[in-house]
Structures are given as C-alpha cells and as structure tokens.
C-alpha cells in the first residue's frame, strides 16, 4: 500500500518519482528542506520505500544509490518519440518568440522609463532659463565694453596655452622621430603595430594641432601689435 501523499515517505517518494534520475540521501535531503525534512528522516523514509519495493537501489560502497522504479513509467515507441520531438521543436520556436516579445517590451519600457518626468521637465528648464539668463548678463556686459577677465589672468592663460602647443609640437616632433627609427627595418604593418602598443595619434581623439598652432600663431601676432 503506497503512503499517504502528506507523510514524510509520501513526500519522499513523491520525490524520487518526479526526478526519476539517481538520488543519494544527500540530494534528496537538500532538495526536501522546504517540507523542514531533516537529512535522518529523509534516509529512513529512502529505505523503508526500497525495502517495500516502491523504489530501486543500488549499493555503491558505502553509499545507496536510489531511483523510481522504471515498470511504472510507460516507454514511448519511436512514432510516439518522433512526434514529441516535433511537438518539442514547435514548443522551442514558441518560446524563442515568447523571449523576443518580452525583450521588446523591456526595450520599450526601458526607453519610457529614460523619459523624463514633467517635474524633471520644469526643474531642467528652470536651470537652463537660469543658464540663459546669466549667460544675457555677461553678454550685455561684453557689449557695454566691461572687462570680464583680468589683464594679469588672461595673460597667465595665454601663457600657458603657448607653452602647452610648443610643448605638444616638441612631443609630437620627438615620437615621430622615434616612431620612424623603430618601424624603420620592421616588417610589422605599422597600423597593426599601432593598435597592438594601444597608440592614440591626434586624429584619434579628434584634435588637430595645426588649427592650434594657428590660434598659438593669431595670439603672438596680437602680442606685438599690442605692445
């Protein structure tokens, strides 16, 4: 007589007929933990079934081996393997469909969710009118002829911007030089080369130094007319 369902070796077998795969006590135990089943009721219910003949084991050692009994089971012939292998195919491509639909609405709801909000809509244009507004300020002033930036600081930022591009010509002009003695006799492609030291040329960070090299050049014009 099989055991009530609710039982510790009802439980048990319930169990070991879902997995039907081989089980140690150790596997069932962990797996049984959500019934509050400890690891000495589970063995003892593992071996009562076997006893009884309601489940099959196998001796290893030590250890017991435990598995459903497979006469219970009804083996499918190969039509009825053919046809749930289509009916698992069928199944795939059903959830391959599930997956891209619910990926789409994720993607929508992430790009609602970057919207902003008509309280962050009036916070932001009340920063930029204060932007703006400030931004007036020292236009009117420029237009009334005031100094904004003081002689002594502007010539302390010019100062620096000179010596930053004669800095960069003398750098640029060194890595060159060396640049072209290493590749010189190398049968490596210098592009290749490049990539693989991870070297940056100005081009790649989208700076030019001729077009500084102009402002340095306006600047120094200035600088002598002025004086």
């Not at 084991?57 to 289509?86: H, T, V, W």
């Not at 609602?112 to 009036?122: F, K, M, R, W």
């Not at 930029?128 to 002594?152: A, D, I, W, Y």
């Not at 693989?196 to 500084?212: I, M, P, T, W």
């Amino acid at each position: 007589m099989p055991p009530k369902s609710d039982s510790v070796e009802g439980i048990v077998l319930g169990f070991v007929n879902e997995q039907n795969r081989p089980l140690n006590s150790q596997n069932a135990a962990d797996a049984l933990q959500k019934f509050n089943l400890k690891k000495t009721a589970v063995q003892k219910a593992l071996d009562a079934l076997a006893d009884s003949g309601q489940i099959s084991f196998k001796e290893y050692g030590k250890q017991k081996i435990y598995i459903a009994r497979q006469d219970q089971f009804e083996i499918p012939n190969s039509e009825e393997l053919e046809e749930m292998k289509k009916t698992n195919a069928k199944l795939q491509e059903e959830l391959a469909d599930q997956k891209k639909a619910i990926s789409e609405v994720e993607s929508e709801v992430r790009g609602l969710q970057s919207n902003l909000t008509l309280a962050e809509i009036t916070s932001k244009q009340t920063k930029l009118q204060s932007e703006v507004q400030e931004m007036e300020e020292k236009l009117t002033k420029l237009r009334s002829g005031v100094t904004l930036v003081k002689p002594e600081d502007k010539k302390i930022i010019e100062n620096s911007f000179a010596e930053k591009v004669n800095q960069w010509k003398k750098r640029k002009s060194m890595f060159k030089e060396l640049w072209d003695n290493i590749t010189e006799n190398s049968p490596k492609d210098q592009k290749e080369f490049k990539e693989e030291l991870g070297l940056e040329y100005d081009e790649d960070a989208d700076v030019n130094l001729q077009s500084y090299s102009h402002m340095l050049a306006s600047l120094n014009k200035r600088r002598k007319i002025s004086r």
